[in-house]
T-cell receptor, first 109, second 114 residues
Framework: GESVGLHLPTLSVQEGDNSIINCAYS??????FIWYKQESGKGPQFIID?????DKRQGQRVTVLLNKTVKHLSLQIAATQPGDSAVYFC????????FGKGTRLHILP | KAGVTQTPRYLIKTRGQQVTLSCSPI?????VSWYQQTPGQGLQFLFE???????NKGNFPGRFSGRQFSNSRSEMNVSTLELGDSALYLC?????????????FGPGTRLTVL
């Protein structure tokens, strides 16, 4: 069946550095991709999404890169701040969203 | 504008019982989706309702059901509870159905089955 996997369950990054969170998916028919952030005790919060007709999309301090050839998705966070500490989920969809299990981002002072 | 609210926030049940969880979407939002979140399986889609109709369904057994009312509020029900149903149940609302419509999540209901 379809699967979405994150490469690392945990990622530690120095404050001020850039963070890169990776995600691999299995369904080549997926045409919608999304990233969510979940802080402790809260529900997931939308960060950014991208359609399959694009390979890059930028938001505020975040960039999503999509490589359909190798079925890989990444989230880049520029100048990581303490408030970025959370679990990050990628999701892919054809008609409904399949999520990965999440990468916990730790910010080191 | 108030966010998505879910009640109750915490619930403890025993095996074999049934449970009903409630979700009130953001005012004006007509689509409500439900997700189950566990440490082992992550975030899994249960179903989506739009205009009181189920539009999409995940791969969960028939013990999991839901409905949506005319005011867009939604409930999900789990019958004959099993230990493995212990999870955080999240509700998300969006203006319309379909991918690309940003979903806003509630804080979730933490269900513990003993």
């Amino acid at each position: 069946g379809e699967s979405v996997g994150l490469h690392l369950p945990t990622l530690s990054v120095q404050e001020g550095d850039n963070s890169i969170i990776n995600c691999a998916y299995s369904n080549s028919a997926s045409d919608y991709f999304i990233w969510y952030k979940q802080e402790s005790g809260k529900g997931p919060q939308f960060i950014i999404d991208i359609r399959s007709n694009m390979d890059k999309r930028q938001g505020q301090r975040v960039t999503v890169l999509l490589n359909k050839t190798v079925k890989h998705l990444s989230l880049q966070i520029a100048a990581t701040q303490p408030g970025d500490s959370a679990v990050y989920f990628c999701g892919t969809a054809r008609d409904k969203i399949i999520f990965g299990k999440g990468t916990r981002l730790h910010i080191l002072p | 504008k108030a966010g998505v609210t879910q009640t109750p926030r915490y619930l403890i049940k025993t095996r074999g019982q049934q449970v009903t969880l409630s979700c009130s979407p953001i005012s004006g939002h007509r689509s409500v989706s439900w997700y189950q979140q566990t440490p082992g399986q992550g975030l899994q889609f249960l179903f989506e309702y739009f205009s009181e109709t189920q539009r999409n369904k995940g791969n969960f057994p028939g013990r999991f059901s839901g409905r949506q009312f005319s005011n867009s509020r939604s409930e999900m029900n789990v019958s004959t509870l099993e230990l493995g149903d212990s999870a955080l149940y999240l509700c998300a609302s969006s203006l319309r159905t379909g991918l690309g419509n940003e979903q806003f999540f509630g804080p979730g209901t933490r269900l513990t089955v003993l």
